[in-house]
């Protein structure tokens, strides 16, 4: 055996908690309670013998689609004490279109607006749609024993997840223009389509806008009373856009239609998505630092203990538009766990569980804040 070979035998032997010669100086956090992974079951880490508390791991987000009893119950007894949480998509679902094309989103031409960057957004108003996204959210809350549940893709149709974002103006189906005007008594006026919409982006461009942000957020209140109904103390949460109101000329409400002070009123915790790599910041992660405190100042959120409302920010450690180096995890982690940030998650396991030197980081830096 060469002496590289014994060396890397006897790395692999000795837990990583024990291993880590490098551990860095402890900085506790003391308001920061949640120190997760996103996006599939650490499973590595159970295959190599250790447990999630070697990695300081307390809370697991998995798609709904997989949030069985069976799968989040075997999570559980795996690893005491830690939380379990589905992540539910609300409204990215090309595949619904396929059988019910009138939930299409429309453009201010009145055709279906084409999915900006193949992303595929749904007609927020189609009732049949929004049932069938209730009930699924009803059914994930009563078969798994999971203790919160994230909205996903809670937004208008638009690709955003990328440094210059793709915004659409939707929806001007008939539907939409009639709930509208309904709602909120404006006269649509006569003529095409395409008139109709360029009335309600220039002189009606308030009411219009806050209709739509009001109808997401419509959504937000009934999957609160589900949560409330089926798995009460269960928490709500969002993954959301991380720009602030003022940035690309108010886009978080003018195009996206999210409206994060009213859905306040019914969420738990934010999870505000600055991937910083991917969103053109790769060698600023102050940036999400930034973006958090700036998000804790728009709801008044201080990260402090026996607040209501939470922040808990999905940090970009996997490669994705640009790489993440393992080098910067620790950086990257520390910029997330700032106040008011009172936990964090990595993004994502999928894309990291296999790369030990990112895994071992995230650990270190995990271990360092308890
Ligand atoms: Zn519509």
Known sequence: MTTLRRLLVLTLLIPPALAAADEPTRSP??????????????????????????????????????????????????????????????????????????????????????????????????????????????????????????????????????????????????????????????????????AIAARLLDEHRRAWVDWRCGVFTDWVREFRAIVDEVRPGALLGTFHCPWTADERDGALRDKLAIDLKAQSKYLDVFSIMPYHARFGHADDPAWIARQTARLGEYLGVRGEPGERLKIWPIVQLADWGEAVRAGDVADILDHGTRPPATGVMIFHWSGVGGDRAKVEAMGRAYRGYR
């Open 29 to 194: 956090r003391p308001n920061l309670k949640i120190r997760g992974v996103y996006g599939g079951i650490p499973s590595q880490i159970f295959e190599r013998g250790e447990t999630l508390d070697d990695y300081a791991i307390n809370a697991v987000w998995i798609g709904s689609g997989g949030a069985t009893a069976e799968v989040v119950g075997g999570l559980k007894a795996k690893a005491p004490g830690v939380k379990v949480f589905a992540e539910f998509n609300t409204m990215h679902d090309a595949e619904y279109l396929a059988d019910h094309p009138d939930a299409a989103p429309v453009g201010p031409d009145g055709l279906r607006s084409p999915a900006p960057d193949g992303w595929q957004g749904i007609c927020p108003t189609h009732a049949e749609h929004r049932r069938e996204r209730m009930a699924a959210f009803r059914k994930t809350l009563a078969d798994a024993p999971v203790d919160g549940i994230w909205l996903d893709y809670h937004h208008a149709h638009a690709s955003w997840e990328q440094a210059e974002p793709n915004l659409p103006d939707t929806c001007f189906c008939p539907r939409c223009l009639e709930a509208f005007a309904k709602a909120t008594g404006t006269p649509l006026g006569e003529g095409p389509a395409s």
